[in-house]
């Protein structure tokens, strides 16, 4: 007998050097329960599943517990026929009769109901399949994170009804801002082959309640909506589509003329609109349930309807009007700006809040959190809470264009939770970001909130396996945005790496203050879009050679003998009073504006004295050295409690580390050295000199940094 | 115990399905030997290993031993302090001292002996420490294939010196002509992310006995030669160092003007001279055992010593000169051809036969297998035998850039062979290629063999799964060009997928009759380069667009109402005088040229009779027909025998063959609709009509295949 034990923890053993944690399995590891007493107890409780419901969708829930159970439970649980004491009972309310005793109304379309009976039995219930295989995958994630399951009533629904990737992934597999590989719809050998891949990803979305992925890129092109690609993407469709996924594709404006021979592709035009009711109505006959287009119009090159001096709305409105007969929807881009004089920050608002009222009922308008680009940190834009008459959506993004690629651990909640409880004060005290995009605060029907992935074909998925983690973070977050960043960061660690506390409580303090952490090497105190030109990989404030005057770090810091910073005030571009007077009167008194914003909206003297009681110099200088302290502490942090993990992760981890400590000493060398020709003043004690010369870090080239 | 018997297999069975068998071990899967009597066997003979040396090689020696040995027996395996009855002793005669008794003269630098002593110890041996590595990897082989161990005496010396992949891989991870994702190589990561890919690309090449690694594109970028980038390559040198592996790098010739500011690239120019003298030294002062450089020069647009009025001896012998002092080489290739109206076919013998003694001792001239461009099948080049004085390397394709992508499955040690066991005559019969390329016919100190990766980053790492199999091909044999294809399917299906016969018998000969299925439905009888342009993805016969006759596929093919073919003899190009004159005279004769050959020799009257008894045109249409049933019985033996391996390959296999069963067809209905254009004569009985018109076929476009 011991001999056979000890036979068996080798197998096991060897099974696992040979099959390392390569970080594939996402949050679904479903790895045995490491709790002695919780093992005893499921194993006594869980006798079997029963799922009485043959869809696709229900076929997908009793694939996912005959593929996690055994697993977690470390012995065989039996498909069962007939629900018994102890069954895990899963299927609809109508599948399972008087099984169910409760209302289901709060559980919505998506939403799911785990209750436990008198008979011991875990039923899994919904109004629909899908919400039922949500509530599976709740259930499975109380028995990962090892929460006790004797007794449970546990009701769920979905805050936000669009909840949605957006992948910048070209018809070649590159990806615009992807750092984690190439993309992962092999279009090439589609739509025979079906990569494993394409599952896995949709049992990952469902599991935390993506409902919708965006197959190409903003930047769009035309020929994705050419036939061939079509039933390329209808084969995507059908695998996901058990998993209660929609599929999106993005909108080429000009595609009329590209694809469809037509002299203008003016939203006016009858013939450009019968086009576009054409071509919905061959995309519908591929893709049934087809969710309907993203589209990014008349903003950085790409074609839209100012092309033919029409509106946004116009546009939006055709195409519209076009998917509205198939309950499709258009989720317009407001990432606008132009090469005028006018402040970047102004001009989504300036563009977007005239036409609030002239879209169709299905038409939401997508903003991203802030209003220039995803920055480390960035006030909400100011659009939310100015257009109360069109649903808003909440565009963010997991890909790391402008923190630190896919090389730096940085946890996002923090940030996105940030824009998410950000008061607009539309309706007064209490309006918050969160609010508005969740329909609530205007009634409105759409909902939504997208994620631009971090998704490739790295093994992992994200390249760094903490990026798994702001995917996860996302699909948990426009499920239920109350849900806190500790709390996301906990249920995923014990996923994904282990339930060991000594793992758990360090790692997470870890991940929850990352954010923070690159802020300060990176961008403190409101300094924005000083990245590198074009790739925006590194340290490069002094760039100017952009073709726009916009395109430029110069113009966003603004650095001179006198201070740093870009007055947004009513003396400079006055951007704020974009939004409303609360928020505009805490932020335009440089007394009142956090430090956290301060450059994002004053031009502030070198000598001021900040809220941390230091001058802005010597506070500057403070974040930035403190910024890579932070990495060297995530560093040793990872060195002492990776033990408790299996050796590739680890590894992994530590030698990104060592990348990211490396870049943040960069960062922070850079920029002081670049500043302090401005500032004239010496490196406070404690900063050390930076290690090159500034001539040395403005001569790096990085000419195939991933972009 | 019983129980835990049912526990342990169920165990096993759930890790199973969770990490399936992504084909990510190639073949080095070491799952626990299969046959009961043999396993009883192996864990009565094998008590543990000893392995006394300390260095790298050895650690990976030892490591592999752990890593195979426990998995392979399913019980642990101890490293032994000292050798015991049954050891696995493994390590160089003088760390073995008396356990060695014979003589080692025939391992050479790399190869190994394996015998059993009287005190059933397993010695595995060699002269150095990468000898023994080999002999470790091919004893674990012996288990893999499940081959007695009990009495051994195996000597095993590799019959040529430079075992080399060249990876086209570009800095921005781009693989020119790849088809399984992008570069391995993570130039961005590097140096301080080392993927675990690396050391098992390491790994898996030692097994198979390759020792170099072109680790960048031959179309070359200057770049890849600054210090950032030689920093990163000496990462990647630092992890292959241990098994035996050698980095080389391309040389674009004008690098010394694009890094290193001269106005020249002359190789007779003093300053150059001296800049390539400084560069190397450079190098190896980062890679102290750097290989050399592959160049191409003076081809497709790359710069090279004719820019200067020099030749390729002048511009081969400058770089010879700076990498001699630190035994390096210079792998010069002759894949040249420019825009004249001379037979392309002709070319790179008209180039370099005259230089032919000219070249330092340290260069060897890289020839590609046939005197076009890795065509299905081509006549080996005409340069085999001619350049007596010069070491001629082979170079072969893995990469199917002409046969299918890796969506077919193709494999290639019988064009590997043909090419290999094609006779010269250079001295007289017997004069094979093989024995000019291992140096033996004209005793050259170099000698070397080639093949074009078809590695990238998906996770299988060659696309199709079968495509391992041309990797594990080009090792074995540049090792040892005497195994047969057969052999070596053996040995690499027992490894990679199961030991099962039932299995093994079929899908060889399934794999055995591959490469003649698919040049049957794609360029029967001596057609070729008839595919589409510029991609290389489909067939294209008649395309004429190019921008120089040779870029087009109606050069190669030259049908017209008299016939098709290409007249290379002395009516025509007469590139037939390249060859030796028995060589010519079989082949300018069509009485006696084989019909396989046929159409790239001979301009063929369309009812001329062939040596199987049909006309031309018949024969053409039978050959294509019988490809597209080549297939269909590919697909229907893998439908047979796929339940004996994992389902996830199984399903991998199953839909690139239904991939490739509709390009076959699609391969067989565009050329004979197109053909038939000039033949005029109807498709004979059982060749069906095409499903669609030439039209149809000729307006296929595909802007994004792989290229």
Redesign the interface.
């Known amino acids: 007998?011991r001999k056979?034990?000890?036979?068996?923890c080798?197998?096991?053993?060897?099974?696992l050097?040979?099959?390392?944690e390569?970080g594939?399995?996402l949050w679904l590891?479903?790895e045995q329960v490491t709790d002695k007493a919780l093992l005893k107890a499921y194993r006594q409780q869980l006798s079997g599943f029963y799922i009485p419901g043959s869809s696709a969708t229900m076929a997908a829930a009793r694939h996912e517990l005959q593929?996690a159970l055994?697993?977690l439970l470390?012995?065989?649980i039996a498909s069962q026929a007939q629900p018994q004491a102890g069954s895990i009972v899963a299927g609809t309310a109508a599948q399972l009769g008087k099984l169910v005793t409760a209302s289901l109304q709060d559980a919505g379309t998506e939403g799911f109901h785990i209750f436990t009976t008198p008979l011991h039995q875990v039923v899994i219930t919904g109004n629909t399949d899908a919400g039922v295989l949500h509530g599976v995958f709740h259930f499975l994630r109380l028995l990962q994170t090892q929460q006790p399951v004797q007794s449970l009533n546990i009701s769920s629904a979905p805050k936000i009804r669009y909840r949605i990737l957006d992948h910048w992934d070209n018809?070649?597999?590159s990806v615009e801002r992807g750092y984690a590989?190439?993309s992962i719809w092999d279009?090439?050998?589609l739509p025979?082959?079906?990569d494993?891949r394409y599952t896995d990803y949709a049992r990952a979305n469902a599991s935390i309640g993506i409902n919708g992925t965006v197959l190409t890129n903003v930047n769009a092109n035309a020929?994705s909506l050419t036939k061939d690609y079509l039933i390329k993407a209808a084969a995507l469709a059908n695998v996901f589509r058990p998993y209660g996924i929609k599929v999106f594709l993005t909108a080429r404006f000009s595609a009329p003329m590209e694809i469809g021979g037509l002299k203008t592709a003016d939203p006016l035009d009858a013939q450009v609109q019968q086009w576009w009711k054409n071509k919905v109505k061959e995309i519908y006959s591929y893709i049934p349930d087809f969710g309907g287009f993203l589209v990014k119009a008349n903003s950085e090159g790409q074609p839209g309807p100012q092309n033919y001096g029409r509106t946004h709305a116009d546009g939006a409105n055709m195409l519209a009007d076009a998917v509205a007969p198939f309950n499709g929807i258009i989720m317009w881009r407001a990432f606008v700006y132009s090469n005028t004089d006018a402040d970047r920050f102004k001009q989504a608002y300036e563009e977007f809040k005239p036409l609030d009222g002239k879209f169709r009922s299905n038409v939401a308008i997508q903003v991203k959190n802030g209003p220039i680009d995803f920055q480390p940190r960035e006030p909400f834009s100011p659009l939310f809470g100015a257009m109360p008459h069109t649903p808003l959506m909440l565009e963010l993004q997991l890909t790391q264009e402008y923190l630190g690629?896919a090389?730096h651990l940085v946890y996002m909640p923090p940030l996105f939770k940030e824009v998410l409880t950000a008061d607009t004060y539309e309706k007064g005290k209490g309006s918050t970001v969160a609010k508005v995009i969740d329909g609530s605060l205007e009634n409105h029907a759409i909902s939504g909130m997208a994620g631009v992935a971090n998704i490739g074909?790295?093994?992992n998925w994200t390249g760094h396996p903490f990026g798994q983690a702001n995917w996860y973070a996302l699909g948990r977050l426009a499920w239920d945005y109350t849900l806190s960043s500790a709390q996301i960061a906990d249920e995923w660690l014990r996923q994904t790496f282990t339930n060991d506390a000594r793992f758990i409580a360090p790692v997470k303090q870890m991940m929850l203050s990352s954010r923070e952490t690159l802020v300060k090497y990176m961008t403190p105190l409101g300094l924005h879009h000083i990245m590198g030109y074009g790739h925006h990989y590194g340290p490069a404030p002094w760039f100017n050679k952009g073709a726009r005057p916009d395109w430029n770090p110069v113009y966003y810091h603004r650095a001179d003998s006198a201070g740093i910073g870009f007055d947004r005030t009513a003396s400079g571009s006055n951007a704020l009073a974009q939004y409303a007077p609360e928020v505009r009167r805490q932020w335009e008194n440089l007394r009142t504006c956090p430090d956290a914003y301060v450059l994002w909206f004053h031009h502030v003297p070198w000598n001021y004295t900040l809220h941390s009681g230091r001058t802005l110099w010597n506070e500057m200088c403070y974040q930035y050295e403190a910024g890579v302290q932070g990495v060297q502490q995530m560093c040793n942090t990872w060195d002492s409690v990776s033990i408790f993990i299996d050796e590739?992760r680890a590894q992994?981890v530590k030698?990104?580390l060592?990348?990211q400590l490396?870049e943040a000493r960069w960062w922070r060398d850079a920029c002081l050295a670049y500043f302090q020709t401005f500032s004239k003043m010496p490196l406070p004690q404690g900063v050390p000199a930076p290690a090159h010369t500034l001539e040395y870090y403005k001569e790096l080239k990085f000419?195939?940094?991933?972009h």
Chains 1, 2 share one sequence.
């Open positions: 007998m056979l034990l000890l036979l068996l080798l197998l096991s053993g060897s099974l050097t040979l099959q390392a390569d594939y399995r590891r479903y593929l055994p697993a470390g012995q065989p018809l070649d597999r590989g190439i279009w090439h050998k025979l082959y079906l494993r020929l690629f090389t074909n790295d093994r590739e992994q030698m990104l060592q990348i490396t000419p195939y940094a991933p």
